[in-house]
């Protein structure tokens, strides 16, 4: 098609598209080009706005490494990543689910640890958590034999692949439910951290006039054929980041149960003589096909520990 005007582009690429053999493929793909080309009539898009957005596109791949990965941390920072996470789960977002975003700090291969075991690989300051969680069906019938794979930041705002002071695998644990769908494990309760802004998010989130900080969380990922994969995060309501979280991902439904205990009251351990916590939690597994994402890193950080800014709020 010999092109006339502006309008024709548009007719031109989607009628290339348009003989796309795969279904689902060509649905997307002409989608794609509906909705990018009406943003660019919208805002009336300039050659140099453009020539920008193509640079820092280029940016997002130069930032992501085996450490990190900005494209991950770009998704969570525009809303996409929660979006997408509740049109795929409790019934297309309509009702409450247990699901919530991967995030960028997965890694697999996460040590196998008994129940009741802890996840403090090296030496990690901070008040000592309890967890106890259980997993279902839809029918309430408890999910026995799944894997669970278990994550989380430092007290001191760091995953340890970021931080070299930490460990391999410190704060990371995968276990397997028992008989009646429950694990059981100790660690450290988490903190808010910031995310990086040393690449294209932190110039996103300069613009905007945002903060970069996340609410304490922990994350896991449950595993076992017959079941959607669930991926889940649980938040601490005490975090003065839960209304503002830097990526979105908090829910009214995963605000987790995290209990303040004193010093006198025993731990699970029989331990006594420090303030602890303890988090439980009854998680739905959807049915569905078992499946793991890509993992968004693979590696562990060297050197010295990374220093990470906190942006004040415009």
């Known amino acids: 098609m010999i092109i006339e005007n502006e309008k024709d582009v548009t007719k031109a690429v989607l009628g290339a598209y348009a003989r796309t053999k795969n279904p689902r493929v060509r649905e997307i793909l002409s989608a794609l080009i509906r909705h990018l080309h009406e943003f660019a009539r919208e805002v009336r898009l300039t050659e140099q706005e453009f020539h920008t957005a193509m640079g820092y596109l280029v940016a997002i791949g130069q930032s992501s490494n085996e450490n990190h990965n900005e494209a991950?941390?770009?998704?969570g920072s525009l809303g996409l990543s929660p979006l997408?996470?509740?049109?795929?789960?409790?019934d297309s977002g309509q009702t409450e689910t247990d699901a919530n975003t991967l995030g960028p700090f997965w890694r697999m291969h996460s040590p196998a640890t008994p129940n009741g075991g802890s996840i403090v690989r090296s030496p990690t300051p901070g008040p000592a958590l309890f967890v106890d969680a259980t997993f279902r069906d839809a029918g309430g019938k408890p999910v026995a034999g799944a894997e669970v794979d278990i994550w989380q930041s430092s007290p001191e705002g760091f995953y340890e692949n970021q931080d070299p002071a930490q460990a391999d695998m410190n704060l990371r644990g995968k276990f397997l439910t028992d008989k009646d769908g429950r694990i059981s494990f100790r660690s450290v309760k988490p903190a808010g951290y910031p995310i990086p802004i040393d690449g294209p998010v932190g110039e996103l989130l300069r613009a905007a006039g945002r903060?970069?900080?996340?609410?304490?969380?922990?994350?896991f990922l449950v595993y076992k054929p017959g079941f959607k994969t669930l991926i889940s995060q649980l938040y601490d309501p005490e975090d003065p980041n839960l209304e503002t979280d830097a990526q979105f991902g908090v829910t009214r439904h995963l605000i987790g149960k995290y209990?303040?205990?004193?010093?006198?009251?025993?731990?699970?351990?029989?331990?006594?003589g420090a303030p602890w916590y303890s988090?439980?939690?009854?998680?739905?597994?959807?049915a569905g096909t078992a499946s793991l994402p890509k993992p968004p890193i693979s590696g562990k950080a060297a050197g010295e520990r990374p220093q990470i800014p906190h942006l004040e709020p415009a």
């Open 72 to 75: 991950v941390l770009m998704a």
């Open 211 to 219: 903060h970069n900080m996340r609410p304490a969380h922990l994350h």
């Open 259 to 272: 209990v303040k205990h004193g010093a006198a009251e025993p731990t699970p351990a029989g331990e006594t």
């Open 84 to 90: 997408i996470c509740l049109l795929n789960n409790g």
């Open 279 to 286: 988090l439980t939690h009854d998680f739905i597994m959807e």
